[in-house]
């Protein structure tokens, strides 16, 4: 629980002092925790006449606040200050020193920390100012040592002006002049790709008896090794083996690590996050905890999948890569890679598609036509030329030709009829369908994360269903030709 916390910090202008008594007052919060907002150490100007430094602590005590205010010395209004405090649990009390001296104070107060893994999580800075790299130690140095580390960073301090213009300045009046490549780019990515993963959970029952045996036997070791007095491990440990060791049981609908919602995709249930937060990105800070990108799939990630659309203007082609990664096998991960594309006909492309069906049912009925005079041909054959005549059968090769005959006029006139309207339909879908995912906007704040991929989902679902209808239709084209073959 003890600590030394230590940096400089200096005011870069008017800007950055108090607007009435033209002094600087370092106003800075390292927080504890973000849900709630709760600081752990402050300084700020707050109740004492040179400012002051606040520790905060979760413990609950008999004191008035729940934080030891400490009054720091007068701060440069035009040079570097040194700023440090140090706090000895065993003690209670603290000590602020500020440009070498120091003022101590006695307490009680417990000193417990609102995040047991991070001592701060956050910082905020209440005014312009420059500010050193932050030490942080868990020791509470006695003065000597730390007036020490004043006097021997003064002097490098000293020359250590900062930046001759502020980063609001440098946007202002720096522009970085964008070049554009000299090539015309064959297809856009509409959105972010998207992360989607199935998950199982951690099962103390797996296929086979020895290996089920086997998570017990090593449930008991670490139980009587590694959580054996003096240590302690949690209850939860304790008592469930497949904390310790699992194999993949049934399918996962909660999984609070990441903070993401279960979602619905086809038959699936999973969670998908956007591809640059996993791969970009060490940790991830969400509700108020960090947690590292690492273990984003672990054993019991059962599918991973990641959804790239693209669309391609000078085919008016929309473009669905979908990489699936399977874990879920016996000695090996399987990875399959499926590129659809959902291609626009409009225009004059669209008009000769229609004037090409057109012509196809008029062939085709003729060719029904035709079967038509050929079967009423044939019955005039079969029938009984008198009274007590007799019927004749026709042969077998005559039936199986006017099957076929109908059969292909039949289907053909059947797959014409849906495919004209889906044709004419494809140029107002794309267009729905592109333009409301490129207005997904990622970086909004007013809409949450989890709106953001239930809509992105729900629209990649509509992509598959064109193109399984696309993909279907295709094989109903197959068979007519396979009729057409035996004909």
């Known amino acids: 629980k003890d600590f030394t916390m230590a940096m400089w910090v200096r005011p870069t202008g008017t800007g950055s ?56 010395k ?17 003690e209670g009390g603290a000590r602020v020193v500020t440009n070498g001296a120091q003022n101590v104070e006695e307490g009680t107060m417990p000193m417990c920390y609102y995040d047991e893994l991070s001592f701060f999580n956050a910082i905020e800075i209440n005014q312009p100012m420059l500010i050193s790299p932050i030490m ?14 004043y006097y021997a960073n003064h002097k490098e301090m000293s020359v250590r002006w900062g930046p001759q213009v502020t980063k609001q300045e440098r ?12 090539f015309s780019p064959r297809s856009t990515l509409l959105s972010a790709p998207i992360i989607f993963q199935t998950r199982r959970n951690p099962s103390n029952e797996c296929p086979f008896n020895f290996s089920t045996e086997f998570l017990s036997t090593s449930h008991d070791k670490v139980v009587e090794d590694v959580c054996a007095s ?20 049934n399918e996962s609908a909660t999984w609070a690590k990441f ?75 399987t990875v399959d890679v499926r590129l659809d594309h959902y291609a626009i006909l409009e225009g004059e492309q669209l008009r000769s598609y229609l004037a090409i069906q057109v012509l196809c049912i008029v062939l085709v009925l003729i060719m029904g036509i035709d079967a038509a005079v050929k079967v009423y041909r044939q019955f005039l054959q079969c029938k009984p030329n008198g009274p007590g005549g007799k019927w004749t059968a026709p042969n077998s090769a005559f039936v199986l030709g006017i ?37 997904i906007d990622w970086g909004s704040e007013e809409v949450t994360l989890n709106e ?11 992509i598959l269903k064109l193109i399984d209808e696309e993909q279907n239709m295709q094989a109903f084209a197959n068979w007519i030709l396979i009729l057409s073959l035996l004909r």
């Open 17 to 72: 002092l108090h607007p009435t008594s033209k002094r600087f007052f370092p106003g800075i919060h390292y927080y504890g925790t973000l849900s709630p907002p709760q600081p752990q150490v402050s300084w700020g100007k707050s109740l004492n006449p040179n400012g002051e430094v606040r520790i905060f602590t979760k413990c609950q005590f008999s004191g008035q606040f729940d934080f030891e205010n400490i009054e720091m």
């Open 74 to 90: 007068a701060a440069e209004t035009s040079d570097w200050t040194f700023l440090a405090v140090s706090r000895r649990s065993s």
């Open 136 to 149: 942080l130690i868990p020791e509470a140095l006695p003065f000597s040592t730390v007036q020490e580390l």
């Open 171 to 182: 946007e202002i009046n720096s522009k970085i002049q964008v070049e554009k490549d000299d």
């Open 230 to 249: 003096p240590f302690e491990c949690e209850p939860e440990i304790m008592t469930n083996p497949e904390k310790t060791l699992a194999c993949p049981g």
């Open 259 to 333: 903070s993401l919602d279960a979602l619905e995709f086809g038959t699936e249930t999973g969670y998908g996050d956007i591809l640059y937060s996993i791969t970009d990105s060490p940790f991830l800070f969400r509700d108020g905890r960090i947690t590292g990108t690492d273990s984003f799939i672990d054993s019991m990630s059962s599918t991973v999948k990641l959804f790239l659309v693209f669309f391609t203007p000078r085919a008016g082609i929309t473009s669905l890569m979908t990489v699936t990664a399977d874990f879920m096998g016996d000695f090996e991960a």
């Open 403 to 439: 099957l076929i005959d109908m059969g292909v006029t039949l289907l053909t006139c059947t797959f014409i009829s849906i495919r004209i309207p889906a044709k004419v339909q494809s140029a107002p879908k794309t267009r729905e369908i592109v333009g409301a995912i490129s207005a």
């Open 452 to 462: 953001k991929k239930a809509t992105f989902f729900a629209l990649v679902q509509t």
